[in-house]
């Protein structure tokens, strides 16, 4: 299947590692011309000389981003603009937060995840719009996770900001649907990357248990027995945003191997 991602513009948030970098490989190996962010700038020069040697694309391009700075928001999409001429893809993503319950989360903690896992989207979405109602279209993909579809015990800020994710995306798919944009959330399961290694040492140390049976226990609540490759979710991410998909727009989509029962 052609995708129809070839010199497209594509802007991936937080990608210097991770899920990020690994949507910014597959998007760079369909010939899209892709534009990293982090607040790494060694890591993300690495990751962008990895991407080219990889896909054999030389399109890949990065810059310094705080997400959580609407002024450094507005720089990468000037410069993703200034260098490919428009936006046709963003992808939002970010850190989760820290691990906690809701009587170990003070106001800054609270106020620290709203602005890096919420407010970050709201303001780079805000960015792109004006290029994409321009150009005709668009497409708009949220990182979240699978406590979209049900809450992770521990993690009380991921679960709400998440939350607030899929609302978003739903109320601006009906806004933007008239201007062709669509707009699709994606909630990672156990996938592994960085954030779910310190996630199984957070219980790890809480269970007194070796982090071995913490995977080992995690893995036997999926029915397909092991943890997701980010390649695997790079592939659902990047058919998303691509000119395949014309008509899923609103939606949330879990890649988690089975794990979360609810409908």
């Not at 010199?7 to 597959?26: E, F, H, P, R």
């Not at 002024?71 to 428009?86: E, F, M, N, P, T």
Request: aromatic share 6%; with cysteine; charged share 25%.
């Amino acid at each position: 299947m052609d995708l129809g991602l070839k010199d497209k513009s594509v802007i991936v948030l937080a990608s210097s590692k991770g899920l990020g970098k690994a949507t910014a490989n597959q998007f760079a190996s369909e010939g899209a011309r892709v534009y990293l962010a982090s607040r790494d700038e060694d890591a993300l020069e690495k990751a962008a000389a990895e991407i080219r040697e990889e896909t054999g694309n030389p399109n890949v391009a990065y810059s310094v981003c705080d997400i959580k700075n609407d002024d450094s928001i507005k720089q990468l999409v000037a410069k993703a603009v200034r260098d490919y001429g428009s936006v046709d893809v963003l992808v939002n993503n970010a850190g989760g937060p820290p691990a906690g319950t809701f009587d170990d989360v003070d106001d800054d903690a609270w106020q620290h995840a709203f602005e890096l896992n919420l407010l970050s989207f709201i303001r780079a979405i805000r960015e792109v719009l004006p290029y994409m109602r321009e150009q005709g279209g668009g497409h708009i993909l949220n990182f979240a996770s699978s406590s979209i579809k049900q809450p992770i015990d521990g993690l009380i800020l991921s679960n709400t900001f998440r939350a607030g994710i899929t609302g978003l995306a739903k109320s601006l798919s009906q806004e933007l649907a008239g201007d062709n944009i669509l707009i699709n959330t994606i909630g990672p399961g156990r996938i592994g990357t960085d954030r779910v290694d310190h996630l199984d040492s957070v219980q790890s140390e809480k269970l007194g248990m070796p982090i071995e049976e913490v995977r080992e226990k995690a893995e036997s609540k999926i029915p397909i027995g092991r943890y997701g490759e980010p390649e695997e979710f790079a592939r659902t991410a990047v058919f998303l945003c691509s000119q395949a998909n014309t008509y899923v727009t609103g939606q949330s989509l879990l890649v988690d191997g089975g794990m979360v029962k609810a409908l």
